[in-house]
């Protein structure tokens, strides 16, 4: 081969199967990094919602807001509203400011942003889904809550749930480099958007106008889908699949061209 010959680009099977040799790179990375230097490492991940849905379903009883709904558990309901704003509340916060953070690491061949923010969102999204999987265990064993009815129709849903979060994050993080209000206004409106996740109640539950509110939330969508697979089948649940995907392709098609930007920006600065 002569000087002027250059060798041939790799195929693009092989280009992504470096790639995914890569994210599972960064996945193992920021294991070892996260659970390692922590007190309690991977069982507060399982501790802390299991604190909150005891204390909800204490609440509850106290209160009598699980009565009237007997078709739905207490638990299962606690359980899944709060993995469910846990994985939307973290994945969300987690894309301020990530670009800048995992700068250093750009320099690495074949290591580019988007596989930063894929492995750091995927461990966010396998953590919490164990420690649902942990719990709704212990429920079923104990007989607080019926064994989950669809097993398949709960991943998929938290695959779905996980692809929208991270389409908002995409623009978070894009955003999040070129003001730093987003900052300060991205706390609180996680806050504001705690009605429109469905966490809280079933949209068959709601009047008539909320739950026109509801239908338009893919957050609720999400929710009402892994939920479906959660409950027994007579609990009726309203999601629509192709409604969260369209969402999520229009926040990807937004914020990956912004990620990339306020990468150029960075690396220029």
Known sequence: MSAFETAPRPSFRRSLAVQFRVVMALMV???????????????????EPLMLTLGVIALWTVTGRGEGHGKVSVFAFALTAYSH???????????????????????????????????????????????????ATFGALFDLMPPVRDPGLVVAAWCVDTLFCMSFATVVAGVSEFSEMVEKLLHPLMYLTLPLTGAFTLTSWLPPRARVVIDWSPLANACEMFRDGVFPESVKTTWDLPFILICTLVLFIIGLPLMNRARQMIHVT
Not at 29 to 40: D, N, P, V
Not at 92 to 110: E, F, T, V
């Open 29 to 47: 990375r920021e294991a070892q990094s996260k659970y390692s230097q922590e007190t309690f490492g991977f069982f507060w991940t399982v501790a």
């Open 85 to 135: 704003v846990q994985l939307w509340r973290m994945i969300s916060l987690g894309g301020l400011g990530s670009i800048k953070a995992s700068g250093w690491l750009l320099y690495h061949q074949n290591v580019r942003a988007f596989d930063v923010f894929l492995a750091r969102n995927l461990l966010i999204s396998l953590s919490i889904f164990t420690s649902f999987t942990i719990l």
